[in-house]
């Protein structure tokens, strides 16, 4: 448990030293337009809003849980430290969407196309945050059906028996699963919001679209993030747990079948550093530009594209 | 290029009149074919910042006239008997647009320059 939150501790410093390099770094392009320079600010300072809410709600969650006592709690809590970020992040990117700039002016431009969730949603980013949350749920439903009290696993054998936990059984498995699932619904409904959101006046629709896909992709870059470490905590953790039973607890130093348990344990602890890392280094993934009817790429995006 | 529907608030025409007309052109222009799916009314109502009645009334008269059709699964779509112009003639269309724009010509002067043209009587625009 402890190795996960140092882990946690050590990551966040780094993701957000990294987010403030690539904020600082970027000039955006010129916008077309006085509405289109508008929404772009109102997008940017969203964000930056929203990743402040991200990381405040991270090292908060960590600083407090990991000085309280240790009790049965404590570890549920700890878990649910990054899907609590998450949903506050996905909270502000909706309020965000919610208070877009209305069209003015007495004229009034829209694309005769239909927009649809799929169509602002980066594809990439959109299949990790659902590869992170499948990856979550067919975990925590696994360790919940390995596991007799929900908190730990025991493996029997002729002379004795030995446990390990903390495990994510289903003590550990409910709060989880329904947080994340908490989060997933969070972040269609804000790509809702994205692409129903009212057109930017004086820009072409590609550019508006391209704005779209960068709302789109700053949210998922956070979702993402949150659902990859939850996935990399309860992997590791369970790891852990099912690999210490494995090599420890036999009576009379043989660990009879003991090697399957250690073999899954060392390799669910890789897979949960493989999704620690993997969702850490998406949040920096370039963007793919968007392309108008094969011309030259637009490019709407402001602070943190 | 994207196809683009543009109001003008303050015009005399009524908002809803001039989405109809659009769509209108769009489908005769060949630019919108017979299948192609339209904004929902509430999409489109949103990004031109009119009510959703205004839309649903152009929507509505579209499909009276046979423009588009709207089905429950896939929404407003256009429909198979939408006007479509010959493309000699929406050539020519383009091209005279492109001449009349290349001399100075605001839109509105193209229309009216076309509107009397077709003012003209039958005999006289075929001499020469």
Redo the contacts between chains.
Sequence with gaps: MHLVVVLAVVSLPLVIGATLIAVLARRPDPAPSDAAAAARRHAGAVNVLALICLFASMAVGLGVLTGSSADGRQGIYLGLVPAAAGLAFAAVQGLGELTWP???G??????????TTSDVAPGRLRRATWCWSALTAVTLVACGAASDDGRGITRTFTDGSAGAGPFPGWFYGVPLLLATTAVLLASETVLGLVA????VMDA???WDLGLRRTSSRRLLRGVQLVLGWTAAGVLFIAGAAVHSVGVGGSANGIATGAAGYAAVGIASMVLGVVAWLGSTAAVFLPARPVV??GAAALSPHGLLA | MSMQIEIDLASGVPPYEQIRSQVVAHASAGRLRAGDRLPTIRALAVDLGVAAGTVARAYRELETSGVVVTRRRTGTVVADGAPATDVGLGRAAAEFVAAARARGLTDEAVVDLVRGTLLTPLGDGRSG
């Design positions: 209305r069209p003015s007495t004229i009034r431009r829209a694309p005769l196309t239909r927009r129903r959101r009212p057109a072409a629709p590609e108008a009817d």
